[in-house]
């Protein structure tokens, strides 16, 4: 059955960057209860105009579209120092997660948009914070911060995946996910490096910057919803053994 109107939400558009890109329009969903301090640095770098002009200067097919430096070299970043590596989280009773799978000794659900694994929430009642350690999982439409080989050297370069590649799980941050646009990143130009004429971020701004008159209109499936719960099921009953949370499709109307 197709959503009702009950079943979807409307994100907040303070977290929504938007990416003009040479192939069409990126709509991103950032996470700060996942990576707070990587979140930050990304708002803060769109709105000084950091991004507009930047190639993607490293695709690679099947696995995801580098992005972000101001050398389009892959040897650049900010002015800002760089940030300390938030490859895990904390997740206690108070986070937005809705869960669609119980590993027994992990939970597999989703915070919004983007898919995540947590230690089982049964262990919060032994913490001492009541929490429990948590990571995002690397599938299609997530956007992580790139780095050296220093866990503690993300600073602007970030890629937007365009396929699952878990080996990034816990050794690289990511920040948030696509609600819109995969079709785009699988169409940007591929290369290591992307040989010139390049595809390009022209802008990047955040949604609740943007004039009300060219403002997109952004709404998404909320995971709280029936609809997901439904499609949850189905996609579980369809997989069987084989079910993962990369296979759960969220809808989402950008107009």
């Known amino acids: 059955m197709p959503p009702s109107a009950a079943d979807w939400r409307t994100p907040n558009p303070d977290s929504l960057m938007v990416i003009d890109t040479t192939k069409g329009r990126i709509v991103v969903e950032l996470s700060p209860e996942v990576a707070p301090k990587h979140v930050e640095r990304v708002k803060n770098l769109v709105r000084k105009g950091f991004y507009d002009g930047r190639s993607f200067f ?7 579209a ?3 430096d ?5 040897t650049g970043g900010s002015d800002q120092p760089d940030l300390a590596a938030e490859f895990t989280f904390r997740r206690g009773v108070e986070t937005p997660f809705v869960q669609v799978a119980d590993q027994t000794v992990a939970d597999i659900g989703f915070i919004g948009a983007l898919p995540v694994m947590t230690q089982s929430s049964m262990l919060m009642a032994m913490t001492a914070d009541s929490k429990v350690s948590g990571w995002a999982l690397y599938c299609p439409g997530v956007a992580g911060m790139a780095r050296g080989g220093d866990p503690d050297s993300a ?7 365009r396929q699952a590649y878990p080996s990034l799980e816990k050794r690289y941050t990511a ?3 696509m609600i819109s646009g995969i079709e785009v990143v699988r169409a940007i130009k591929t290369g290591e490096p992307v040989e010139e004429p390049r595809d390009k971020m022209l802008k990047v701004q ?5 004039p009300a008159a060219t403002r997109p209109k952004v709404k998404v499936i909320d995971p709280h919803s029936a609809w997901f719960a439904a499609e949850v099921a189905r996609v579980r009953n369809q997989m069987g053994a084989d079910f993962t949370a990369c296979a759960i499709q969220i809808p989402s109307e950008v107009k």
């Open 58 to 64: 490293r695709v690679i097919d099947q696995f995801m």
């Open 66 to 68: 580098q992005t972000g």
């Open 70 to 74: 101001p050398k389009d070299d892959g």
């Open 155 to 161: 600073n602007s370069q970030f890629y937007l995946m």
């Open 175 to 177: 920040f948030g996910r």
């Open 206 to 210: 955040m949604l609740a910057d943007m």
